[in-house]
């Protein structure tokens, strides 16, 4: 069995930052792919920012010079460090690790970037 346990969202005002974290646990021999995604109210579920097969990152142009993807093998954690946000940044955020094959996805954080 494996879990996710995301933290980290909250409200902040625009300009401001916050850290996003992504813990799995249990059985777990490789996690091949790891990524966040976000959905705003009323809009499909969107990608964020990822780890490719090859290791490399990937942003979508929204975010792209304000938010960093970074992981801790060790911890099975990715991390999401977002910067200089604004309000269309709020939306629930999910995480996604692919562990084994298999996908799995974080409860969702609320990020809410207002004034």
């Known amino acids: 069995q494996v879990q996710l346990v995301e933290s980290g969202g909250g409200l902040v005002q625009p300009g401001g930052s916050l850290r996003l974290s992504c813990a799995a646990s249990?059985?777990?021999?490789?996690?091949?792919?790891m990524g966040w995604y976000r959905q705003a109210p009323g809009k499909q579920r969107e990608l964020v920012a990822a780890f490719t097969s090859v290791g490399r990152t990937n942003y979508a142009d929204s975010v792209k010079g304000r938010f960093t993807i970074s992981r801790d093998n060790a911890k099975n954690t990715v991390y999401l460090q977002m910067n200089s946000l604004k309000p269309e940044d709020t939306a629930v955020y999910y995480c996604?690790?692919?562990?084994?094959?298999?996908?799995?996805w974080g409860q969702g954080t609320q990020v809410t970037v207002s004034s």
């Open positions: 249990g059985s777990i021999f490789a996690i091949n792919n």
């Open positions: 996604r690790l692919v562990i084994d094959s298999y996908a799995y």
